[in-house]
């Protein structure tokens, strides 16, 4: 199962985005799906999580900003990113768990793509 992640791109603060990541493979279910982010000089954190059973998790700094939500027939997470500030500025990675068929449990990363707000 691979991730391509992408959507990145420059914004001015107050802007918006929108982030897909595609899965591919052979797939049987996602159960979680999510979005993570790495700004220089910090380590990698969860931003927002669409889970199997309906439920969502969100980081405090984008609650009420951003919007996770993803489609299951095209295997696609998406991140509606508004009201960005340039402390949104990071390398954003969509990651996957779930369980393909015929190959297990699968645990991937996708590439990562930019975000640049400027102020």
């Known amino acids: 199962v691979q991730l391509q992640a992408s959507g990145g791109g420059m914004v001015q603060a107050g802007g918006s985005l929108r982030l897909s990541c595609k899965a591919s493979?052979?797939?049987?279910?996602?159960?979680?799906f999510g979005w993570y982010r790495q700004a220089p000089g910090k380590e990698r954190e969860r931003v927002a999580v669409?889970?199997?059973?309906?439920?969502?998790n969100y980081a405090e700094a984008v609650k009420g900003r951003f919007t996770i939500s993803r489609d299951n027939i095209k295997h696609t997470l998406y991140l509606e990113m508004n009201a960005l500030k340039p402390e949104d500025t990071a390398v954003y990675y969509c990651?996957?768990?779930?369980?393909?068929?015929?190959?297990?449990?699968?645990?991937?990363w996708g590439q990562g793509t930019q975000v640049t707000v400027s102020s």
């Open positions: 990651k996957a768990f779930g369980y393909g068929y015929g190959v297990g449990a699968f645990d991937v």
């Open positions: 493979g052979s797939i049987y279910s996602i159960n979680s």
């Open positions: 669409d889970n199997i059973n309906g439920s969502t």
